[in-house]
């Protein structure tokens, strides 16, 4: 939403965004141009403003998704061949490949001292 | 500008930069929380690696009046470990998100620290002397033949090279299912609340096997949610009263008095939005960040993306200031939404309590923004200025040179483009010393001490 700007409170040039638009026609608000530029780039974005999409994201933070069924059977179809491993990208575990113990990464505490101690 | 002279502005100099010089930062050296303990002696930094660093700043020395004490390290522990919920398949991150301190009650110092799940109880104490002369034990604790031993001797403790010891005296755990972004201790000094982003638990420091719940705002069809909790904190005074804000910028007052759980608010502060405004990203920018109270517990300040607001707890309909932060970035929404960066999470902190001035009411406002430049605002004066905590200004004693953006059109000698800010180089965490112009300002991975110039 749009803040009003408090009493007397310095603003770092607000009064140029506006001739600064494409449309030169009438002023948009900075927001709107902003957000024509997203719709642009990404036309099947969401209607919901903001909403439910990041909100769920969010929630699901750390969530790391594992099949033991879907590993076993892979295991055992290819088990006189090599699992099929993972991509260039080892973090990145997607629906396609069955992830397995060595593509996880290593989550491991950091057994060294802080910087700022040192 | 603050510090352009005169008065009783502050001129902030550079006084100690702590962490890594170079560029290549490791994820776990992340700066995720910055604190000082109520005395101000203390200052404590948790990072990304689930480490807390304590630093302890030095008695003053009489012969160097010109400069206040330093802080030096005091002790370093490992407080949370990553972990893996099997249950759930969930990935639970070791980052220190908050550290409270609690205040000081005996020889021994205590803090709280939380990750995304648990929450400790750290006590921090001093040992100088141990005993020795032992009847039946050597110096280096193997045991003596009592046959051996001819005549006794009372064992004394004698000095010892300073040891610091941090140890875990408390684990919160099992209450949150969602992540913990708060926690704040009550003014009773024997509770607290942690708040996730559905839920808010009230505990008592001594029992870790119960917790209240006190705010659920989980609906019943998870569709149907559109608003998290993205911080909380108890009233500084009144014990029974806490706020949560959300991500669609509102701001909750509680009181606990009212029923056990505390669904329905006592206050809702919320400032109109203009309709005609309204944008995709309208609700995003208006998460609020975080929220603290004043000292007196008469205001408190929000955070959202783009303003730091000041809200009189008796007006809730609007707060009644609002400071821009980086305007600037309103034109920008776009990139910073493709870069993420509209989702980063900057904290605000009021002046410590002037102790010249008794009953002041807090003036200062701080709050930190991109290419490791930071704001502080007066609300007596309603002068601003803009700061940058970087190596290159590290002359001890040597006023700090404002900054300024330049928005759009000609950019000034000195100013710096909108387009040449780095975004990666931002500053979330800053703290103030309670009684003394001092200011902690954490970089990426560096931790930066600024100190008024004394006279």
Known sequence: MAAPLGTGALTEGTGQEKQ??????????????????????????????????????????????????????????????????????????????????????????????????? | FLGAGGGNDIQWCFSQVKGAVDDDVAEADIISTVEFNHSGELLATGDKGGRVVIFQQEQENKTQSHSRGEYNVYSTFQSHEPEFDYLKSLEIEEKINKIRWLPQKNAAQFLLSTNDKTIKLWKISERDKRPEGYNLKEEDGRYRDPTTVTTLRVPVFRPMDLMVEASPRRIFANAHTYHINSISINSDYETYLSADDLRINLWHLEITDRSFNIVDIKPANMEELTEVITAAEFHPNSCSTFVYSSSKGTIRLCDMRESALCDRHSKLFEEPEDPSNRSFFSEIISSISDVKFSHSGRYMMTRDYLSVKIWDLNMENRPVETYQVHEYLRSKLCSLYENDCIFDKFECCWNGLDRQVEFSELHIVMTGSYNNFFRMFDRNTKRDITLEASRENNKPRTVLKPRKVCASGKRKKDEISVDSLDFNKKILHTAWHPKENIIAVATTNNLYIFQDKMN
């Open chain 1, 20 to 118: 600064d638009t494409q449309e030169k026609e009438k002023p948009i608000p900075p927001e709107r141009a902003e957000e024509a530029k997203l719709k642009a780039k990404y036309p099947n974005l969401g209607q919901k403003p903001g909403g439910s999409d990041f909100l769920m994201k969010r929630l699901q933070k750390g969530q790391k998704y594992f099949d033991s069924g879907d590993y076993n059977m892979a295991k055992a179809k290819v088990k006189n061949k090599q699992l099929p491993s993972a991509g260039p990208d080892k973090n990145l575990v997607t629906g396609d490949h069955i992830p397995t113990p060595q593509d996880l990464p290593q989550r491991k505490s950091s057994l060294v001292t802080s910087k700022l101690a040192g």
